[in-house]
């Protein structure tokens, strides 16, 4: 089985962990050995002790040893920008995680480290960057691109055509009609109707 180590500790870490033990549950693949994570709240340490996986070390730490995967559950995508960067350079290897329960159509391509977690629903003719997100229970129709480190909240619906920028993140529950573009670093409320084309402040 391979190694991995997951960078982030808090809700969406152990959210990410559960993935990891979704796909083991199918057939064995990771060996995780822990959480790495720079400033781990007290509350954190104590939930994953819960789960008896590890805290491993730091981020600078965790290229110790040899170089194993590192999926990023950090929920901002510009600090996961940054952290890519680090990781990156550090020799890590990247991985696709994808939960048994999301499925994905014809003419998907999934970037290096994408995250699909349970319920995720991707029809036809899709582009995802790398280090995305995409949470529980979200539907992208066909068409739709979703650039590097974007981040997916739950419950989200994007019809076809839609391009969402780099490091962009759309709210839980919001709703993104048709053939719109998102710019880069752009956030979209919580349970918003997206009605025509959106950029950064």
């Known amino acids: 089985m391979k190694e991995l180590a997951i960078v982030g500790c808090g ?22 050995v ?5 400033e781990p709240s007290s509350h954190d340490v104590e939930r994953i002790a819960i789960l ?8 600078a730490e965790a290229p110790a040893g040899p170089p194993r995967p590192y999926p990023l559950a950090i929920g901002n995508g510009a600090v996961r920008r940054h952290l890519a960067s680090r990781v ?3 020799g890590c ?23 699909l977690f349970a319920g995720v629903r991707l029809t036809t003719n899709i582009r995802i960057g790398r280090h995305v997100h995409i ?6 129709r066909h068409v739709t691109v979703l650039d590097d480190h974007t981040t997916v909240n739950p419950l989200i619906a994007a019809s076809g055509g839609v391009t969402v920028g780099e490091a962009s993140t759309l709210g839980t529950h919001s709703a993104v009609l048709q053939n719109l573009t998102i710019g880069h670093d752009t956030f979209v409320g919580g349970s ?10």
Not at 135 to 140: A, E
Not at 192 to 201: D, E, M, Q, S
């Open 11 to 32: 809700g969406l870490g152990r959210e990410v962990a559960d993935v990891v033990a979704a796909i083991n549950a199918t057939a064995p693949t990771f060996n995780l």
């Open 34 to 38: 822990g959480f790495v994570d720079d």
């Open 52 to 59: 008896s996986i590890p805290l491993v070390g730091t981020v």
């Open 88 to 90: 990156d350079a550090a």
């Open 93 to 115: 290897a990247a991985l696709v995680l994808i939960h048994p329960c999301a499925s994905m159509g014809a003419d998907v391509v999934l970037g290096s480290a994408a995250i």
């Open 135 to 140: 949470n529980l229970n979200s539907t992208l």
């Open 192 to 201: 918003a109707p997206v009605v025509k084309g959106v950029t950064a402040r």
